[in-house]
């Protein structure tokens, strides 16, 4: 695929909520990807990326809240630094230093509004690759709704991910198809994996990113410590052990 691709915020289908098949293979995906490397007694790395741009503002509270459940959820898992990353506006996109009290990031997004302008994936993808070059990260996530890039750049920085064992979780808000189409591709590159939600899988959505939280922390043995009290930590064992 190439060329500049279509902005799909305009005449997008209405949202629906991501059905229970979509969601295990989710995990399933997510239960067979490899964990990148840690040092003994390490800290796992999380990057966790939003689209602040205008189209989302119908529900920045709702994400809001689920963003702050997994900022809350990778505290009480420890052993786990936290890099928030958002765009939004005209060519802002910024990055928080790295937080082993993932709580201070639930503060700052509850600080953030949306702004109209365009996405800049293709910026976050290389702020991933960038920070991965210097110290390994074991997960990446991004929550947005819309793709206005070429695929094809979105595909070069990557597969440079890919190169540093980073998967990448792409959430998709809705079911805009140009969004989901390029979603897809870079969380197959990656290795890791793509999910539709909306309002109306919130639940679902929060224990995906729980799940993606513990997974990053400290890999089978965090999931299982959870697997007790936390479906998503339970599906996902049931996943990973088949």
Not at 25 to 38: E, G, K, T
Not at 113 to 134: E, F, M, P, S
Not at 135 to 158: F, S
Not at 217 to 222: D, I, K, M, Q, R
Request: hydrophobic share 45%; charged share 25%; with cysteine.
């Amino acid at each position: 695929m190439s060329g500049k691709m279509p902005k799909g915020r305009e005449g997008r289908p209405a949202a629906a909520s991501a059905t229970d098949a979509e969601v295990e293979a989710f995990l399933q995906q997510v239960a067979h990807m490899p964990q990148a490397s840690r040092a003994p007694g390490g800290r796992g790395r999380l990057i966790f990326s939003v689209d602040a741009t205008m189209s989302r503002q119908p529900t920045w509270d709702m994400a809001q809240h689920l963003q702050a459940e997994m900022f809350h959820a990778a505290a009480d898992i420890g052993k786990l630094e936290v890099q928030l990353v958002y765009y939004r506006g005209f060519e802002e996109c910024k990055a928080s230093g790295w937080v082993d009290d993932p709580r201070r990031l639930a503060d700052l997004m509850s600080r953030i509004d949306c702004r109209g302008g365009y996405t800049q994936i293709r910026r976050v993808l290389r702020h991933v690759r960038n920070q991965a070059r210097k110290r390994p990260v074991q997960a990446a996530v991004h929550i947005g709704d819309a793709c206005e890039e070429n695929i094809d750049a979105l595909a070069q920085v990557a597969g440079e991910i890919a190169l540093l064992g980073v998967p990448v979780f792409m959430f998709q808000e809705g079911r805009d198809p140009v969004a989901a189409a390029a979603f897809a591709e870079i969380a197959r590159i990656t290795g890791g994996a793509h999910c539709r939600f909306d309002e109306g899988a919130a639940g679902q959505l929060r224990q995906l990113l729980q799940a993606v939280a513990t997974f990053a922390a400290g890999g089978l043995t965090a999931l299982e410590g959870r697997a007790g009290d936390d479906a998503g930590a339970r599906l996902l064992l049931e996943r990973m052990r088949k």
